[in-house]
């Protein structure tokens, strides 16, 4: 209780904090929202004017606590660009990112880890090469470039579907869902190669260990101590880069959204940052950091529920 009382109190701190962080960038940085809305051409009396109206003429502290207060209490305030309220503008992005993000992490999950599992057991040199050099080569491409290959490709080759014709998900969920698999694709292939690394270095130091050598000396095949007790120190680690790759697509994901013309989150970011429209800004990362942190806590509690011994930062057989 008192570990999950420390958790939640450091998750709820770090939260403030980017969202302090966050806001003081806004009043750090160059550039006026109401003068961005406005235009270059506008006189000073309207700037001034759209500034009170935007509550903008207010101390920095002020506005601050405020947004905060609001964000709590679930009102997360109005759009300086779109002038409606933040969840009516960012609700209909969640679900494009999010099956995005959903199609990537299955994708990475369910060809990561079989990939990571059967190439511990090849040994040869020329396939060590070979695996070594595709390795290297598909884990240095950023996502983004393939998405612009698999866009061409599957796009504009092969007609799999029509870059920037994104057909929304409450009118075409099929279609949407197809659009959305080579977004998640162009997310998915670096880390599933990253994956299948983790977890086969994991899987082979501990096959090298004494006590899968005294297993098998009593008559376990490898593959019965693969699963009996390798697997069992070697999950922890790939389960934590798991959570990791999550938080990372986030990251990919903005990037990605742009290339295939996706109106996610990403896209609603990469706007509302560039017309200093703070509240969608401050929402947004906050909703972020928010997702990355569980996703940390929530790989720790696997990690336990697999190895509980591993509290104590020891493995064992």
């Given amino acids: 209780m008192k570990t999950l009382l420390k958790k939640t109190a450091s998750l709820l701190l770090t939260l403030l904090l980017t969202s302090f962080l966050v806001f003081l960038a806004f009043e750090l940085i160059d550039g006026d929202p109401a003068r961005t809305m406005l235009g270059d051409q506008a006189t000073e009396q309207r700037v001034q004017a759209l500034q009170a109206e935007l509550g903008l003429d207010k101390p920095f502290f002020t506005r601050y606590i405020g947004w905060l207060g609001g964000f709590v209490t679930g009102d997360f305030g109005v759009s300086f660009s779109y002038r409606q309220p933040v969840w009516e503008i960012l609700a209909p992005k969640l679900g494009p990112t999010a099956v995005t993000g959903a199609l990537a992490f299955l994708l990475i999950t369910v060809c990561g880890l079989p990939l990571g599992l059967f190439s511990a057991h090849w040994k040869h040199p020329a396939v060590l090469a070979v695996r070594t050099f595709f390795e290297q080569l598909i884990m240095a491409v950023p996502p983004f470039v393939l998405g612009i290959g698999l866009s061409w ?33 162009a997310l998915a292939v670096p880390r599933i190669a990253m994956t299948a690394r983790m977890l086969r270095m994991s899987v082979s130091g501990e096959l090298g260990r004494d006590y899968v050598r005294a297993s098998m000396a009593r008559g376990a095949t490898r593959r019965q101590a693969l699963t009996r007790h390798v697997l069992k120190n070697a999950l922890p680690a790939t389960v934590a880069f798991l959570a990791q790759t999550m938080a990372e697509l986030v990251g990919s994901g903005v990037i990605v959204e742009q290339v295939f013309g996706v109106p996610g989150v990403g896209r609603l970011l990469v706007a509302s940052i560039g017309n200093r429209d703070y509240p969608v800004v401050c929402t947004v990362i906050v909703m972020l950091a928010f997702f990355v942190l569980v996703s940390g806590a929530l790989a720790d509690a696997v990690n336990l529920m697999i190895d509980p011994g591993r509290r104590g930062g020891k493995s064992h057989a």
């Avoid at 504009?156 to 014709?165: E, I, N, Q, S, Y």
């Fill in 153 to 185: 490709g599957f796009g504009v080759v092969l007609h799999a579907f029509t870059p920037g014709d994104f057909p929304a998900l409450s009118e075409d969920p099929l279609g949407a869902v197809r659009y959305l698999f080579f977004a998640a694709l």
